[in-house]
């Protein structure tokens, strides 16, 4: 029996397997839900218009010590009935929860094999794992470290504690954390020439300051943008990413 179809046995009964990675213990599902139709939750119509799609992840229930995470490639419809819009529900997984029943069930059945003789009884299982459970994104030390210092966006820490957007950026408000003005973050990728990157934040960086006030000041005595992108690479002055020569459009971003 082929890996395909037995990761399929394995999925919940409404996905469909699409491909997997692996990365060391974690092994990476992509599946899509597959229906002719689906019913407004407002208004009970049948709907068949697709609006657009979302990706979400789940983290399932562990096989053999590997975890298994979850990329479902959910359907978004429009009700022609009611004009509302919502995402295609499945099958166990409940509505907004990162986690499937049946990995639930794993850590209901993890605590009940406890050699240790459990203080409460069964039925309270549940709410002792939720209560023993604390989310990354309700510790205010771990969104400063991820935020401020290390210069994370919202939606990079989301992706790491498996979270939402919207949940990271109401406990960095909850928790006094100031956000970031848009366009005061840059990724690495965006650096310009002169500045440089130092604990999530954009300092200058003198050397390539004194270069950008060189170039200044030969532009000003009339050195055209070719003749000195030449003269710089005559010079094997490197550029911003130390590969690649200069050319006048360079030199022209870098004044201007």
Not at 155 to 172: D, G, N, P, Q, R
Not at 181 to 196: A, D, H, P, S
């Amino acid at each position: 029996m082929s890996e395909k179809i037995v990761t399929q046995q394995l999925l919940l009964p409404d996905l469909r397997f699409v491909k997997q990675e692996r990365v060391k213990n974690i092994r990476y599902i992509y599946c899509e839900k597959v229906s002719e139709f689906e019913v407004c939750p407002k208004c009970a119509a049948k709907c068949f218009t697709t609006y657009d799609h979302v990706n979400v992840t789940i983290k399932d229930a562990p096989i053999r010590s590997k975890n298994i995470i979850l990329k479902i490639r959910k359907r978004r419809f429009y009700c022609k009935n009611c004009k509302s819009i919502f995402r295609e529900p499945v099958g166990g997984i409940f509505k907004r929860f990162r986690t499937s029943e049946r990995f639930r069930r794993h850590l209901m059945w993890c605590a009940s094999r406890r050699p240790a003789k459990l203080e409460f009884p069964p039925t309270q299982l549940t709410k002792i794992i939720n209560y023993c459970y604390h989310p990354l994104y309700k510790d205010s030390d771990f969104l400063h470290q991820k935020y401020v210092v290390e210069g994370l966006s919202t939606t990079e820490i989301s992706a790491i504690i498996f979270s939402s957007h919207s949940t990271v950026l109401k406990y960095l408000k909850l928790n006094g954390i100031p956000l970031r003005k848009q366009g005061e973050f840059k990724n690495k990728g965006q650096l310009g020439y002169g500045e440089n990157w130092n604990n999530g934040r954009i300092q200058e960086n003198k050397r390539e300051q004194k270069l950008i006030r060189k170039i200044k000041k030969m532009r000003k005595d009339g050195a055209s943008y070719w003749k000195i992108a030449e003269q710089l690479n005559d010079k094997k002055i490197v550029t911003k990413t130390g590969k690649g020569l200069w050319h006048a459009k360079t030199v022209y971003n870098i004044i201007n």
